[in-house]
Structures are given as C-alpha cells and as structure tokens.
C-alpha cells in the first residue's frame, strides 16, 4: 500500500544553547486516516525527541502500573467507587507515561547540549588544522560519544546522498 510522509525530529543546537525542531521524511502505517496520521507523526517526534530511547512499550508499562496503583490507592485506601476509581487511575497512567516521556526527552537535551561544545571545538580544529570539513565532521562522528555523535553520523550520511551539508547539519 502507498505510504505517507510524516516528520521526525532533528535536533538542532543554536547560538543560545536552545534546541530547535527540523522535519525529516518518514512514513506511517498504510491506510492511516488523517488524524491518526497526524497523531502518529506527532508521536514519532515526541519520541525522537526523547532520542528513540524509550517506545510505546516503556509508556504503556509505566502508565498501567501508574493506573493500577492510583486505582487501588483511591479505592481502598480513600473509599471511592469503582468508576470514579478507574478514571482516576486513568488519569494518573496518562500522566506518568507523559512525564516519562518528559524526562526521557530533558535528559536526551541535556546529554546532547553537553557533548555539543566538544563536537564543534573539534571540528574548528580539524578544519584551522587543515582538515577538510567533511574529514573533520567524520572524525567527530567516531569521536564524540552518544548523541551528539550519532547526530553528526546521520548529517554524514545525508550529505553522502547528496544533501547540502548546512542543511544536513
């Protein structure tokens, strides 16, 4: 069946330290109406953005333990009733797979902002050393550690297929 482009995220580091959202290709489940097309795409970048570390898997597991616990909380120790107890603790599973996801994303961020300076100090000094610039990206790709250098692969491997380097990086 035909498949329809949706985006995933592209970290993007800026002068300020802030980090910025760009789209690459990717595709959804064929047959997918508008809106779950949107929801999934908008998915997809949640958890880009959380660097694929965490899946569906992981929120659904954290969000029925959430559920269950809040549920029981509620009912037994508070003394509602059932329907009030469920949706209590439906709320509190939405809740918690949202803050996982949350966390999951700060600290891919903050991992990445660390390693950023290091990666872009290494590349000025291949290049003021008389590297090429694509040598020198290359270099920081096996060099940095985790995410900034798999970052630094995917632009390689953009630029490789012919995309212009400022706008792989």
Do not use: C
Not at 17 to 43: D, E, H, K, N, W
Not at 45 to 54: C, K
Not at 138 to 150: D, H, L, M, N, Q
């Amino acid at each position: 069946g035909a498949r329809s482009p949706v985006a995933q995220l592209r970290l993007e580091a800026r002068g300020s330290g802030a980090l910025a959202m760009r789209a690459l290709p990717q595709t959804v489940l064929p047959g997918a109406g508008p809106i779950q097309s949107r929801l999934q795409a908008r998915f997809e970048l949640e958890l880009a953005a959380a660097g694929n570390r965490i899946g569906p898997v992981h929120l659904i597991v954290a969000g029925l333990v959430a559920m269950l616990l809040a549920s029981g909380f509620v009912s037994n120790l508070l003394g509602f009733g059932p329907i009030t107890s469920f949706f209590l603790g439906l709320l509190a599973g939405l809740g918690a797979a949202a803050l996982m996801l949350r966390w999951a994303q700060q600290r891919y961020r903050r991992k990445f902002l660390d390693f950023l300076p290091d990666a872009v100090d290494m590349v000025a000094r291949g290049v003021k050393a008389g590297l090429m610039p694509m040598d020198s990206l290359r270099f920081v790709a096996s060099e940095i550690p985790e995410p900034v250098g798999s970052e630094f692969q995917k632009a390689l491997r953009e630029m490789d297929l012919g995309v212009e380097m400022t706008e792989a990086l």
